[in-house]
């Protein structure tokens, strides 16, 4: 019965050379059930077969087929630990672990967050606390103590949201100025950013915004002061090359008061769209902090002096990344939020 050796063997060969060229777990499995299937497999088959064999060569043979069997067993497994480590042979399976990856999103500062932590982070470098208060006010810590009394027509410059005729929601920062002054003794810096809000909506005014409010008060606190440090901070904002001019303005909490100006960040001064050609472009209200003021909230003016600033964060963010609709910081829309990493 060398016919059925000769076949073991025959069959030892096909086996390793299809062993050889599977590629996947698929046709592992496929090679398995081939060759160990319990129904039609070809040892299963070789095992009837070996019932009509001479039975002097039946445990011959028998051997002959165990270990087959064994080979092919080992065979399949050595190939099944190769394919499992070899991640680039699973694309049978429906997957390819060498496609590249699904990366989270990653989330990113929302540009007015950007901007205001960079106000801060300046100011606190020249030591200024951060300070904040309530976004809704009293009537008394939003006007009246910053000299804008019930009927001072200086408070049209603000269209005020009313929660009641006494309060209101602040229509700026400069409340924060107030209830540190009550709490504390001078002198200190401080700057307070917030959220304001007032009754006014178009493409470049909203609803609610942010300011950034700035108090020094101390003993001979001077204009020279006032003007040397926001020179300092409008250089660190804009660039060193910046330049600032002071307007005569006014503010009823602040005498002298000014409109602060800077070179425009666009075209550097020589004049464009944004700048109306004017090469300037104006960035925030400041000046000596008013006597009455100080009286207010129970200085004495004739010791003490300070000055006072304010700006919009939206204003400096829409400058210094060319937005034009303030809308858009609103809209929520990830497009337009992403672009700001
Ligand atoms: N509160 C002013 C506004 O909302 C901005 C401002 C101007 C604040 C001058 C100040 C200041 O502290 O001194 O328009």
Redesign the pocket.
């Known amino acids: 019965m060398s016919d059925l050796k000769a076949q073991i063997q025959g069959i030892r060969d096909a086996f390793n050379q299809a062993l050889g060229q599977v590629e996947g777990l698929k046709g592992l499995e496929e090679l398995r059930n081939h060759y160990l299937g319990r129904k039609r497999g070809i040892i299963k088959d070789l095992l009837t077969d070996l019932r009509s064999a001479p039975k002097e060569l039946r445990p011959e043979l028998g051997q002959a087929v165990n270990r087959l069997k064994q080979a092919v067993e080992a065979g399949l497994s050595e190939k099944l630990e190769a394919l499992k480590s070899n991640v680039s042979s699973s694309k049978e399976d429906g997957i390819d672990l060498t496609l590249p990856g699904i990366a989270p999103e990653l989330g990113s500062l929302h540009p007015l967050n950007i901007v205001n932590r960079d106000l801060i982070r300046i100011f606190e470098r020249m030591g200024y606390e951060v300070a904040g208060a309530s976004e809704i006010e009293t009537d008394f810590y939003n006007f009246e103590a910053?000299g804008l009394t019930k009927d001072h027509p200086a408070r049209d410059?603000?269209d005020t949201f009313y929660v009641s005729d006494e309060v209101v929601l602040r229509?700026?920062?400069?409340n924060v100025?107030i209830h540190l002054m009550q709490e504390k003794k001078p002198p200190f810096k401080a700057i307070m950013p917030g959220r304001?809000y007032r009754k006014d909506a178009d493409i470049t005014h909203s609803p609610m915004f942010h300011?950034v409010?700035?108090?020094v008060v101390g003993e001979d606190i001077t204009f020279t002061d006032l003007k040397g440090t926001l020179e300092h901070f409008l250089k660190k904002l804009f660039g060193s090359d910046t330049k600032m001019r002071l307007r005569p303005?006014y503010?009823p909490?602040?005498e002298p008061?000014?409109e602060v100006d800077v070179t425009c960040i666009m075209c550097g001064g020589k004049g464009c769209r944004v700048c109306k050609n004017s090469g300037w472009l104006e960035i925030?209200?400041?000046?000596m902090?008013d006597p009455v003021v100080f009286q207010n909230v129970g200085y004495d003016p004739e010791t003490v002096s300070g000055?006072?600033?304010?700006?919009?964060v939206e204003r400096v963010a829409m400058l210094k990344y060319g937005i034009s609709d303030i809308r858009m910081f609103f809209d929520n829309d990830l497009r337009f939020l992403s672009q700001f990493n």
């Open positions: 910053l410059m603000q229509t700026h920062t400069s100025q304001v300011q409010e700035g108090l303005s503010f909490f602040t008061s000014a925030l209200g400041a000046g902090v000055f006072a600033f304010g700006l919009g």
